[in-house]
């Protein structure tokens, strides 16, 4: 008996179907997208997993996709709020492998805390109840190496700079005279510096840490290895 060419045609297209079908079938569904950490400890274990997957070459790059982008275009909702500082190489979110709406980032020059800054925080603390409020320095900042250089030599910043220096100056000054690199010293004790004020300057932020709905740390990035530890 002969078959015809649409005969032909049209069981191939069954077998076909019948081929792809249960792969189809088969596909995994997708993945719902997880919740945002909701506690201090959960916030902090997240940035610090996301900064190893960062030195070790791991990175996911989550949420920096255009389904990301529709997903948080109505609202946001950032697990963390971090103030860094506005070094190039010290972007919150590549060094600890976040995306879009993952963390509200405020970034200025040696990471100081003015009433503008305070005023971006406590919005977000407000805003948004995040769990975790980090002060990330790193190391050989050049706003804390331009005040030791200053200080040591009795000059003066340049323009605007020179608001930068007076914040630091009483800061870095007192450790001028410790053991070790000066720099490093005015580094970590800027941190700590900025971690207290955050609290001592700001009745909305104290508020919530006193409840147990936020917690304030501090820590350091190294420029030479990528890694953040915490101070």
Do not use: W
Request: proline share 6%; glycine share 8%.
């Amino acid at each position: 008996m002969s078959v015809g060419r649409r005969s032909l045609l049209a069981a191939g297209a069954t077998a076909l179907t019948a081929t792809l079908v249960p792969a189809a079938a088969q596909a995994a569904p997708a993945r719902p997208e997880p919740e945002p950490p909701a506690t201090y400890d959960a916030a902090l274990r997240e940035l610090l997993r996301g900064n190893r997957r960062f030195v070790t070459g791991r990175t996911r790059h989550p949420h920096q996709n255009v389904a990301a982008v529709h997903r948080l275009a109505a609202a946001q909702d950032p697990f963390a709020i971090v103030l860094g500082c506005a070094d190039s190489r010290v972007a919150s979110e590549i060094l600890f492998d976040q995306g879009l709406g993952d963390v509200f980032d405020n970034r200025v020059a040696g990471n100081i805390v003015d009433d503008l800054l305070l005023g971006s925080i406590e919005y977000a603390v407000e805003e948004f109840e995040p769990p975790l409020l980090l002060v990330l320095g790193h190391e050989r900042c050049g706003a804390v190496s331009a005040t030791v250089n200053l200080i040591r030599s009795g000059g003066q910043a340049p323009g605007h700079i020179a608001a930068i220096v007076d914040a630091l100056r009483p800061i870095v000054e007192p450790v001028l005279s410790q053991p070790g690199d000066a720099v490093e010293n005015g580094v970590r004790a800027n941190v700590r510096a900025q971690v207290a004020a955050l609290t001592a300057s700001s009745p909305i932020i104290r508020e919530k840490v006193e409840a147990g709905r936020l917690g304030v740390a501090g820590a350091r990035y190294d420029l030479d290895t990528g890694k953040v530890t915490l101070l």
